[in-house]
Nanobody, 129 residues
């Protein structure tokens, strides 16, 4: 059984920073891509960022590119999301996700929720203006 547990959410003022963590357990994640998604009230869950199992490849949504950084520590089975220059529109529940294989099909990046098989319970991020 795969388990993903997020932590690090909270309340921050616009322009501030937060760091999220996702601890994975239940199996060896040596062949899993990891990702972050978010869901704001009344909106669909949307892709934020993803990282390959080696950590050598990353991909970001345009809305967070240059502000967010995804990274991972394979020794700790943990993936991180460093969020800088936060905006009120970044307010959402942030979910950690995992999928077998790569983050890129060869023609497109996997950014649809249905393409990711494992999910954490989510952590709230609120950015005040």
């Amino acid at each position: 059984q795969v388990q993903l547990v997020e932590s690090g959410g909270g309340l921050v003022q616009a322009g501030g920073s937060l760091s999220l963590s996702c601890a994975a357990s239940g199996r060896t994640f040596s062949n899993y891509a990891m990702g972050w998604f978010r869901q704001a009230p009344g909106k669909e869950r949307e892709f934020v960022a993803s990282i390959s199992w080696s950590g050598g490849s990353t991909y970001y949504a345009d809305s967070v590119k240059g502000r967010f950084t995804i990274s991972k520590d394979n020794a700790k089975n943990t993936v991180y999301l460093q969020m800088n220059t936060l905006k009120p529109e970044d307010t959402a529940v942030y979910y950690c996700a995992a999928k077998r294989g790569t983050l890129y099909s060869g023609t497109y990046y996997y950014t649809k929720s249905a393409e990711w098989g494992y999910w954490g319970q989510g952590t709230q991020v609120t950015v005040s203006s």
